[in-house]
C-alpha cells in the first residue's frame, strides 16, 4: 500500500528506498508485493532490477499471475524487444504449455542482460525434449545470438525448419541482430535476402534490426540503403497505401 501511494504521487525515489528495504529484509513472499516491487522498477526505468526481482519471486516459488506477466510485457517493450514478439509470446504462454512460460521467462532475463540466468533457462528449455512452437524457437534464437552463441542460433534457425516450421519476420530479425552484433555482414545479407525470397514484407522492426546490424559490422553504405528502403516504406504508409 505504501508502495503504491508513493508511486500514485510520483515520489519514486522514496519508493523504491522502501522497496530496497523490503527486498533486504526479505519481506517479499506473495505475489501481490512481488509484483508491486516490480512494477515499481519499470516505472522508474530500473529494468534489470526489475527483472532480478522476478528471478527471485521465481526462486521463491511465489507464482506469477497475469499481473506479473502484464507488468512483465512492458519490461520487454522499453527492453527492446518488438511488441509483434511479445504477443507471440503471450499467446504461447496463454496456452498453457511449459514452453511457451519458459520461453517468456527467458526472453525477459534476455533482454536486460541477464545472460547467464537467460542461457540457464535456454539450455532446459532446449533439454527439455519439448515440442517447441515458433515463438519457442525465436525466443531461444533471439537468446543465443545475443549471447554470441551465433553457431547454436543457426543451428535452431535449421532445426526448426527441418521440424515444419516457417520463420517469421522475428525469426529473421532475431538472426539478423545475432550475425551483426558479431560483424558477421555474409549472414545478415542472407538472411535479408531469405527473408525477402519467402515473401515477407519488412516491418518497422525487422528494417532496425537490419539497419542496426549493418552499423554494427561497420557497412554504413549498406545501413543506408536499408534506411532508404525504411523512408520509402514510411513515405508509402503516409499516403495511406498499406504494406
Known amino acids: 500500500m505504501m508502495l ?10 522514496e519508493a523504491t528506498e522502501i522497496a530496497k528495504e523490503m527486498l533486504e529484509s526479505g ?16 516505472a522508474d526505468g530500473r529494468l534489470r532490477e526489475a527483472a532480478e526481482v522476478f528471478h527471485q519471486m521465481l526462486k521463491l ?16 517493450k522499453r527492453g527492446g524487444i ?8 503471450n499467446v504461447a504462454r496463454k496456452s498453457g504449455l511449459p514452453h511457451g512460460i519458459q520461453a517468456l521467462r527467458m526472453t525477459i532475463f534476455s533482454a536486460v542482460g541477464m545472460h547467464a540466468e537467460a542461457l540457464e533457462a535456454c539450455d532446459e528449455l532446449r533439454a527439455s525434449g ?3 512452437d515458433v515463438s519457442s524457437y525465436n525466443a531461444v534464437i533471439y537468446e543465443l545470438g545475443s549471447a554470441g552463441r551465433i553457431n547454436e542460433a543457426y543451428n535452431m534457425f ?8 516457417e520463420p517469421d519476420t522475428i525469426t529473421y530479425a532475431s538472426m539478423t541482430i545475432s550475425y551483426g552484433k ?3 555482414v555474409d549472414g545478415v545479407r542472407r538472411m535479408f535476402y531469405k527473408m525477402k525470397q519467402k515473401g515477407f ?8 534490426a537490419f539497419i542496426d546490424a549493418y552499423k554494427s559490422a561497420g557497412k554504413f553504405a549498406l545501413a543506408r540503403f536499408v534506411t532508404q528502403e525504411r523512408e520509402f516504406m514510411h513515405q508509402l504508409q503516409d499516403h495511406g497505401h498499406i504494406i
Open 201 to 208: 514484407q519488412p516491418n518497422e522492426f525487422t528494417l532496425k
Open 82 to 89: 518488438p511488441r509483434e514478439a511479445v504477443e507471440q509470446l
Open 130 to 132: 519439448l515440442d517447441f
Open 182 to 184: 558479431l560483424g558477421l
Open 27 to 42: 519481506f517479499l513472499t506473495n505475489v501481490l508485493s512481488f509484483n508491486s516491487v516490480i512494477s515499481l522498477f519499470i
Open 61 to 76: 516459488k511465489a507464482s506469477p499471475n497475469e499481473n506479473t506477466y502484464k507488468t512483465l510485457g512492458i519490461l520487454l
Open 4 to 13: 503504491s501511494l508513493y508511486k500514485k504521487n510520483g515520489r519514486l525515489n
Open 158 to 165: 535449421m532445426i526448426m525448419q527441418a521440424k515444419g516450421l
